[in-house]
């Protein structure tokens, strides 16, 4: 019998034979000669699956509007495929490099940056941002009055939000706190409904465990003064011990706002729903007191002059070691170590020694410390933007700040002008948050 020829379009050719299509037939060493019944002939195309790359025929290479930049075949993958592109004028079949000559024909075809479109306002726009930009200072913000300078009451407004640092028995106190927040269940339970008890009773009963908690830690650790607090097992009794722990707890975290990430926001809930009128009747007492500040220390035993005298720039400065010799910098710690002892020597009186005294001293440098390493670098990269880059034009490619959203990770589409604004709005607010952050962890307890 001849075989039954093939016909596609005007050609005929013999048919492969075709092995049926079945398990025994996969199985068997004919398996390479079987096809599914229901494939299609292809006019020898391969075909494609969904585990085939898709041919695609090649794209013209280009200038990408979007990516403002050349844009070969190859690299039209992703969310690339969507931009815009442009032919460029005289371009061969294959281009390796763009070329200077082509870079500089596009310029002149009107492909260049928003800084060419506006140069016919630019000398405008310089006089306007030197008239604005004359009031402007370079001044660190809020600076210590410099060695020598009369301090006035710069020192007063400033110690009144510094949190008196900690002693070493202060700090195993602190160490009971956090120790009771580690085990407290506070914010788990307090929002259970349960057990037929109203919302503020949950609150007063968690409030009490976590007292009890530290009671016990207490006993564990100065038997003699835990068992003060389990003579009468009353908690309105013992209401300053209570008031004293959780106020180190929040000066501790003014001072140190890198520590106590998971338990602050559970003590801070503890105290915010303790402050409410049904609670405060059930617990019969308050769990809040003011935080112990360098002026309030002061104030106590009038000795406010302190904060007034001209010394206390010397006993309170940073002492730099960057880029300076070992004799300068032995010289400055023994004028600082002078000064203090000095002002705790002369402002010493009863109630207030001298250990106090530099414990107040002490705690101001810690202001001065937390603020160099936090604020300054804001203020200095400020300067560097105003000085290295102009506010409104780019000078050349390198120095603008343009970017373009889906270009280099920008989710935003910004030209030089408006991202400069941008860039010193966000230096500017992280510069005024950062220098007033121990006002903001106390201005809440004031209302």
């Known amino acids: 019998m001849s075989e039954t020829p093939l016909v596609v379009g005007d ?9 049926a299509f079945s398990l025994e037939t996969i199985l068997s060493d004919k398996h390479e000669s079987v096809e599914h019944p229901g494939a299609a002939a292809t006019n020898g195309v391969s075909p494609t699956g969904w585990d085939e790359e898709v041919p695609e025929n090649p794209l013209a290479e280009g200038f990408c509007v979007e990516c403002e930049g050349e844009l070969s075949s190859g690299a039209r993958k992703g969310s690339r495929k969507r931009h815009a592109s442009k032919v460029l004028a005289g371009q061969p079949e294959k281009k390796a490099k763009t070329s200077a000559t082509t870079s500089s024909s596009d310029l002149a075809n009107g492909d260049s940056m928003d800084v060419e479109e ?14 604005v930009a004359a009031g402007s200072t ?6 210590q009055p410099a060695v020598g300078v009369k301090v006035g009451e710069w020192f007063i407004a400033r110690a009144k939000y510094i949190p008196l640092r900690l002693t070493l028995g202060e700090r195993k106190f602190l160490r009971l706190l ?8 506070y914010t788990d339970k307090i929002d259970t409904i349960g057990f037929g008890l109203s919302k503020a009773k949950r609150i007063v009963q968690q409030i009490r465990e976590l007292c009890a908690i530290m009671s016990g830690l207490l006993l564990a650790a100065d038997y003699k003064q835990g068992q003060e607090l389990f003579t009468d097992r009353d908690f309105q009794a013992n209401a300053e011990f209570y ?3 959780f106020e180190l707890g929040r000066r501790h975290k003014i001072m140190n706002p890198d520590k106590m990430r998971t338990t602050y926001g559970k003590l801070i809930y503890l105290l915010q729903d303790s402050q409410s009128p049904d609670v405060k009747d059930l617990l019969s007492f308050s769990c809040i007191r003011p935080i112990k500040t360098v002026h309030v220390v002061l104030e106590e035993y009038e000795a406010l002059d302190l904060l007034r005298d001209d010394l206390i720039t010397i006993a309170t400065k940073e002492i730099y070691s960057e880029g300076r010799p070992r004799r300068d910098i032995q010289k400055d710690i023994k004028s600082k ?4 002892e000095t002002l705790a020597a002369r402002y010493e009186r009863d109630g207030l020694p001298q250990e106090k005294i530099r414990q107040c001293l002490y705690s101001i440098g810690d202001n001065h410390a937390f603020l160099r390493v936090n604020r300054d ?9 105003k000085e290295y880059f102009h506010p409104t034009q780019a000078k050349d490619s390198k120095r603008s700040l343009a970017i373009r959203s889906g270009k280099e990770g920008a989710r935003l589409s910004h030209d030089h002008g408006k991202q400069y604004s941008y860039v010193l709005q966000s230096l500017t607010l992280w510069r005024e948050i950062l220098h007033g952050t121990f006002r903001i962890f106390k201005l809440p307890f004031q209302c």
């Not at 956090?178 to 269940?185: D, Y």
């Not at 670098?377 to 933007?385: K, M």
């Open 11 to 19: 050609a005929t050719k013999p048919a492969n034979p075709v092995t």
């Open 118 to 131: 506006n140069s016919a306002n630019e000398d405008s726009d310089d006089e306007d941002w030197e008239r």
């Open 138 to 143: 370079t001044e660190v913000l809020g600076a």
């Open 178 to 185: 956090e120790a009771a927040l580690n085990v407290s269940e």
């Open 243 to 245: 008031q004293q722990i």
């Open 337 to 340: 170590e002078r000064a203090i």
């Open 377 to 385: 670098p804001c203020e200095r990269i400020i300067n560097y933007l």
